[in-house]
Nanobody, 127 residues
Framework: QVRLVESGGTLVQAGGSLRLSCAAS????????MGWFRQAPGKERDFVAG????????DYLEAVKGRFIVSRDNTENTMSLQMNSLKPEDTAVYYC????????????????????WGKGTLVTVSS
């Protein structure tokens, strides 16, 4: 089992940057593929970015490609999401999620594919 805690969410102006962090504790962090998801007001939770257990591969929602970068540090048990050129439509609660991977190297985008979730951190982008 792994516990996930997100941080870094805040109010930022459009065009600005923000870095979210996810701290993991419990089970061995490298056992898990990781992902960032977000839920905007009145909408379903969506996949934003994913990263394999060793950081060797990443995947992104088309709308954030070229603006967001996901990374992880298995020695520090953390995952980050660097968000640049933020837009008002990026406003959402951002969730960190983990999937027990078995070193498959596969990134899954489904909400139901993830095994553990953090409680989320709110990002608000003002226009």
């Amino acid at each position: 089992q792994v516990r996930l805690v997100e941080s870094g969410g805040t109010l930022v102006q459009a065009g600005g940057s923000l870095r979210l962090s996810c701290a993991a504790s419990g089970d061995k962090f490298s056992n898990y593929a990781m992902g960032w998801f977000r839920q905007a007001p009145g909408k379903e939770r969506d996949f934003v970015a994913g990263i394999t257990w060793n950081g060797g591969a990443t995947d992104y929602l088309e709308a954030v490609k070229g603006r967001f970068i996901v990374s992880r540090d298995n020695t520090e048990n953390t995952m980050s999401l660097q968000m640049n050129s933020l837009k008002p439509e990026d406003t959402a609660v951002y969730y960190c999620a983990a999937r027990l991977d078995g070193y498959s190297g596969v990134i899954r985008r489904g909400d139901g594919d993830m095994d553990y979730w953090g409680k989320g951190t709110l990002v608000t982008v003002s226009s």
